[in-house]
């Protein structure tokens, strides 16, 4: 089935770096979603992203939706210990839900 | 609480047993999934239910086998044709039947196989 390619695979930043994983299809999205997994932990829903362009904020977290609806950005200012995991998009297909392969983030205090 | 439970949360099989994994909801979503997760890779989806009494093969169904005789229950077996059980295996609910929701996923299941 189709799937989101995401990048990168991994991320190593320093405490109060920046810090953006992509994820991009070959087709169109009809929607997206975030989540993040904490080492040793389960996804946890962050965000569904829907329109053309949009672009939604949490705190320290921005999330992008592309103007073809064919890719999709997490933007993660002044990065925080608690930041640590890995990130996944999700994409809703003929009635499943397929995962990217994640970018997992780790930081150093 | 409202919430998906997997049990158990750890298991050990040894090689050609079946074994069952167990995902309850009471959230009463209409929605269900499976996934396998290897050390460091992304989530495979293995199968998935929108309805009561159907289901649909994911990418990787060989040797997995599936139920959904309530709405609340998604029993994930594990036979002993699948090659390479060893994994971490996370159960997944979303409210709406054919609508893309919020997924709440479970502890999951560290199997091994010794």
């Known amino acids: 089935g189709q799937q989101v390619m995401q990048i990168p695979q991994y991320q190593h930043v320093q405490e109060g770096e920046d810090f953006t994983t992509y994820c991009n299809s070959s087709?169109?999205?009809?929607?997206i979603q975030w989540y993040k997994q904490r080492p040793g932990g389960h996804p946890v829903f962050l965000i569904q992203?829907?329109?053309?362009?949009e672009v939604k904020k949490q705190k320290r977290l921005t999330f992008q939706f592309g103007e073809a609806k064919k890719n999709s950005s997490l933007h993660i200012t002044a990065t925080q210990t608690t930041d640590v995991g890995t990130y996944f998009c999700a994409e809703y297909n003929n009635n499943d839900m397929r995962f990217g392969a994640g970018t997992r983030l780790t930081v150093k205090p | 609480d409202g919430g998906i439970t997997q049990s158990p949360k750890y298991l050990f099989r040894k090689e050609g047993q079946n074994v069952t994994l167990s995902c309850e909801q009471n959230l009463n979503h209409d929605a269900m999934y499976w996934y396998r997760q290897d050390p460091g890779q992304g989530l495979r989806l293995i199968y998935y239910s929108q309805i009561v009494n159907d289901f649909q093969k994911g990418d990787i169904a060989e040797g997995y086998s599936v139920s959904r005789e309530k709405k609340e229950s998604f029993p994930l077996t594990v036979t002993s044709a699948q090659k390479n059980p060893t994994a971490f295996y996370l159960c997944?609910?979303?409210?709406?039947?054919?609508?893309?929701?919020?997924?709440?996923f479970g502890q999951g299941t560290r199997l091994t196989v010794v």
């Open positions: 997944a609910s979303s409210m709406g039947a054919f609508r893309w929701l919020e997924a709440f």
């Open positions: 992203l829907v329109k053309s362009g």
């Open positions: 087709t169109t999205l009809s929607n």
